[in-house]
């Protein structure tokens, strides 16, 4: 796969021509002044200084809410799939490797989840590689990396005054041939550079010791430190609805008169209600244990099941989190 | 290409069945409305399905009949909530969903040539009931060793599947016994917990596979009697029960540890278990 | 050394004295988070452990929030029945000791078994405004300097000195009660209460604009719910075990992001908040959209204040209007379309 590059002030030329096959989204400052992924428009100019966006962009391949089923008459019916492509550009590295994640839950065989997969095959991914990381982020301790390109089509790097744009599959590749006539080719010392730009935010990532976290946790899972560290939890879900893994979701009815739809809908293992049975038993009845199942599942069950990390260090928990909880810190005080 | 997995087999409700004297334990019998959703929905003792009421929403129950039963498909639902409720208030004819089959049944390949101990307490001994019928049919029977099947219920109007139960008695080729907390008059069988019948027939554990089903307290105690009558971890199955929506896994509500209820499960060795966190 | 500092000495003596006399199973304060312009809740257990206290204008939790858990009996019938409920000492703010004192009101926390440790709050920063203040830079540590700003370290280690007025939360720009009324020590010298109608202004100023865009803004606010009901969970005054909007029988609005269900949930939520809000800001502070789910709320207490003279937790002998009623109350809002 050849790399290209272009003048970062023909972005624009090149973001207009993707949105001639289908939507196009790109960073742009919302009215609170901070940064989101946006649809593309003249009025919303694309911003490159940022550092991550609040919402991940999860919510594209994994919406808060998603018709599973549609109900006429007590009949219930697949409904129409979307049509149209999507492409995602600006979309960090560590969101773009958490989307490996989800294809790991919901790209499974035989329970294939067609809701996931059609738009996942629809939605192509253009990660723009950081600079700046923040004292938040951990991404190269769980296997990532700011200049990491798993999980996005292509891995746009920004240099000086051009962006390196590098194919990471198939789809990226085809993205860039049908641009081909607005790119240039990149040398090798284009290259070497941007590895080396990559190479000098990845060393400004703090580490976060999380080598062997799942026996670790294994280990660790009576501990009487799980009720101190949990103590200040609120079950406010800002963690699971933040997060680019997270993707546990309720499936409900509504109906209006004849018609009816069924619903997934964004949960939270935080929430009190989640496990609560009909009968009244609750396996997971204290905030211990919740927080408890939200670190085993992203750091001991997903590596069981899938030999993967369900965290891709983004550091948005640590930032959002109301009562300033800090994942790193429990698995440092519970896996010591 | 797979079939969409949260996408019900249309079903309609042929006939409903009042299992128990308080009257909230019912019995449908469904039936698919294309023959190709039968064909199917291939299953074997010990899965559950989904249930599926568009505008109402789903819940999860063990099947009851067995796949011998052809063209009978059983549920039986305890009414607990939003669901059963409206469930128990369906006339025959109206249309259902059925979303299945799921789940891991019980190890027929590791029951094969075993004896085997079936222990089953209130309203989860539906599974059960699949299992001894497929068991019992003439096709499967020579497969297994002897049978002996514990029932337990509060009083004898909760027992459920009566005449199974009377039919099975009358058998030579399985021994089932009955037990109930209250008796009343006319009860002429074992008065007292599960686990006394059970420490007091002393089955072997020698090649046996012990099965159980029941209450949360009920397993307990059970788990108690068979370790002391030397069964190992891996020869003790059970089957558990937790709160579902997908059903396949995705949804991230019935885990135990690494493990979902719905997927992994809901049949699950003592041995497995034992490997689990205890958080069920 | 600042007045803060002061403060958070005599907060961890007190609480070493509290803890190793055994007058309190458990003190309940903040302390420093891994994070600059935050803290953390902290329950400190052992008279050792009092150094880790904190006091500084990045105490932002409303630890009445804690409270009743505290207070409820063990689920599991065993441990229930040897259990006893604790001794708690909490740091309260103004606003904090006016949730503590609706709780009491409410019956969720017996006012015996607390120990109010208020301190004379100055406003707290918000940690957004702060953060955007900075720009591009990011702080690695913050603190407040002798004249009460609050100077924060970037990057490239220059300081910042960001003006308090300027990155003040903003219910504690409007700030009536700084001052515990209800406590069982006061650290620290009351400050003094902003202007009386500072509450007013914005609802005011929302309220002068067209019907028309009034709506229109309202919708735009909720527009970014995601519906994590993060501000319920936040807020001290949400206890409710079964929330009416998690109901499954019947079933009052669905869990997506359908306007008019994101609508209700906001406006069912303002309803109940009425006459028992404290205006701590936790629920904006925890909304990871920046929603201002005061909004509503703010309107509504004043309402309650007009018509019936009442502000929530003043005193803890005080019944609350919703809960009373007597002949003479006002009530022309029942004839007035």
């Known amino acids: 796969m050849t790399e290209k590059r272009i003048p970062v002030t023909d972005l624009d030329g090149l973001l207009a021509r993707f949105q001639e096959k289908g939507a196009v989204y790109a960073p742009a400052n919302d009215e609170a002044g901070d940064v989101a992924l946006a649809p593309l428009a003249r009025s919303a100019p694309v911003v490159l200084e940022y550092r991550n966006f609040r919402l991940s962009p999860k919510a594209f391949v994994l919406p808060q809410n998603q018709t599973l089923l549609c109900f006429k008459d007590g009949r219930a019916e697949e409904p129409g799939l979307p049509a149209g492509q999507t492409v995602l550009f600006g979309v960090r590295p560590c969101d773009a490797r958490a989307m490996l994640a989800l294809d790991k839950v919901f790209l499974d065989g035989d329970l294939h989840d067609p809701y996931y997969a059609g738009l996942r095959a629809r939605t192509t991914v253009i990660a723009l590689a950081c600079t700046r990381p923040m004292s938040s982020c951990f991404c190269t301790s769980v296997g990532g990396g700011p200049g990491d390109g798993a999980g996005a089509d292509v891995l746009a790097v920004p240099m000086d005054a051009d962006l390196l744009l590098m194919p990471q599959t198939p789809r990226g590749e085809a993205l860039l041939s049908s641009v081909a006539d607005l790119l240039h080719d990149a040398g090798p010392s284009a290259v070497k550079e941007a590895q080396e730009r990559i190479h000098a935010a990845e060393e400004q990532v703090a580490p976060v010791k999380v080598e062997d976290c799942a026996p670790r946790l294994r280990a660790a899972y009576n501990s009487p430190l799980w009720e101190a560290v949990s103590r200040r939890c609120l079950g406010c879900g800002t963690c699971s609805f933040l997060c680019p893994t997270c993707h546990c979701f309720d499936i409900t009815d509504e109906v209006r008169g004849r018609h009816g739809r069924r619903v997934r809908t964004w949960d939270c293992c935080a929430y009190p209600l989640f496990t609560l049975h009909a009968s009244g038993h609750n396996p997971r009845p204290t905030p211990k244990e919740r927080w408890r199942q939200r670190i085993m599942h992203k750091f001991r069950y997903a590596v069981e099941n899938f030999d993967r990390l369900f965290c891709v260090g983004c550091g948005r928990c640590i930032r959002h989190c109301p009562a300033g909880m800090d994942l790193r810190t429990v698995l440092k005080e519970v896996g010591a | ?280 | 050394m600042t007045a803060s500092h002061e403060i958070e000495t005599r907060l961890r003596e007190t609480a070493e004295g509290f803890l190793g006399a055994k007058k309190v199973d458990l003190f309940l304060g903040y302390e420093k988070a891994s994070l600059p312009f935050r803290t953390t809740p902290v329950f400190v257990t052992a008279p050792e452990e009092a150094t880790r206290l904190a006091w500084n204008p990045f105490c932002a939790a409303n630890l009445a929030a804690y409270l009743p858990r505290l207070f409820k009996a063990p689920a599991d019938a065993r441990e229930a029945k040897t259990w006893s409920p604790p001794t708690v000492a909490v740091v309260v703010k103004g606003c904090d000791a006016r949730s503590v004192v609706a709780l009491i009101q409410e019956h969720q926390v017996p006012r015996d078994r607390l120990v109010l440790v208020g301190i004379a709050c100055r406003g707290i920063v918000d940690t957004r405004k702060a953060e955007r203040m900075l720009g591009e830079q990011e702080a690695l540590g913050a603190g407040e300097d002798v004249n009460g700003n609050i100077r924060a370290v970037v990057e490239d280690g220059t300081e910042v000195t960001l003006r308090r007025e300027q990155v003040l939360a903003d219910a504690c720009l409007e700030c009536r009660s700084p001052t515990p009324a209800i406590r069982d020590l006061l650290l620290g010298s009351p400050g003094e209460p902003r202007e009386a109608d500072a509450a007013r202004r914005q609802p005011a100023d929302f309220e002068s604009q067209p019907l028309d865009s009034r709506w229109a803004r309202f919708q735009q606010m909720i527009s970014k719910c995601i519906r994590c009901n993060a501000c319920r969970q936040a807020c001290p005054m949400c206890y409710c075990r079964d929330c009416l909007l998690d109901q499954t029988r019947p079933r009052w609005i669905g869990a997506g992001t359908d306007l008019s269900d994101v609508a209700i949930y906001h406006l069912v939520r303002a309803f109940h908040m009425a006459g028992r809000c404290t205006e701590c800001g936790a629920c904006v502070r925890a909304c990871p959209m920046g929603i201002d789910v005061r909004l509503l709320v703010r309107r509504l207490n004043l309402e309650v204040e007009d018509l019936y003279g009442y502000r929530p937790g003043e005193a803890i002998d005080a019944t609350p209007p919703l809960s009373a009623f007597a002949m003479d109350d006002p009530q022309e809002f029942l004839t007035e379309p």
């Open chain 2, 1 to 280: 290409m797979a079939r969409n997995p949260y996408l019900p087999y249309p079903a309609r409700i042929d006939e409903t069945i009042i299992e128990n004297e308080s009257r909230d334990i019912k019995t449908f019998r469904l039936a698919f409305e294309a023959p190709a959703s039968a064909a199917e929905f291939q299953y074997l003792p010990g899965q559950f399905a989904e249930l599926s009421l568009p505008g109402v929403g789903e819940a999860p129950f063990g099947i009851a009949s067995s796949p011998t039963e052809t063209g009978r498909l059983l549920f039986s639902v305890k009414r607990t909530g939003l669901f059963t409720e409206e469930l128990h208030s369906l006339e025959p004819g109206t249309r259902i969903g059925v979303r299945g089959p799921m789940g891991k049944p019980f190890p027929w390949d590791r029951m094969a040539g075993k004896d085997l101990l079936i222990i089953g307490g209130g309203f989860a001994f539906t599974t059960l009931r699949s299992a001894i019928v497929y068991i019992l049919d003439p096709a499967n029977r020579s497969r297994f060793g002897s049978v002996l099947a514990i029932y337990g219920a509060r009083t004898p109007g909760e027992l459920m599947y009566r005449s199974d139960l009377a039919a099975w008695q009358a058998r030579k080729d399985i021994s089932v016994h009955l037990t109930v907390d209250k008796a009343d008059e006319g009860w002429s069988q074992h008065v007292g917990v599960v686990t006394a019948v059970l420490e007091n027939l002393k089955p072997s554990a020698q090649n046996t596979l012990a099965i159980v089903c029941g209450p949360p307290v009920m397993i307990k105690f059970t788990l108690l009697s068979l370790a002391k009558l030397g069964f190992p971890d891996s020869r003790v199955i059970l089957s558990l029960e937790m709160r579902m929506k997908c059903g396949v896994g995705k949804c991230g509500r019935c885990n135990i540890g690494s493990k979902f209820v719905c997927k992994d499960g809901p049949v699950f060795t003592r041995e497995e278990l034992r490997a689990l966190p205890a958080e069920y």
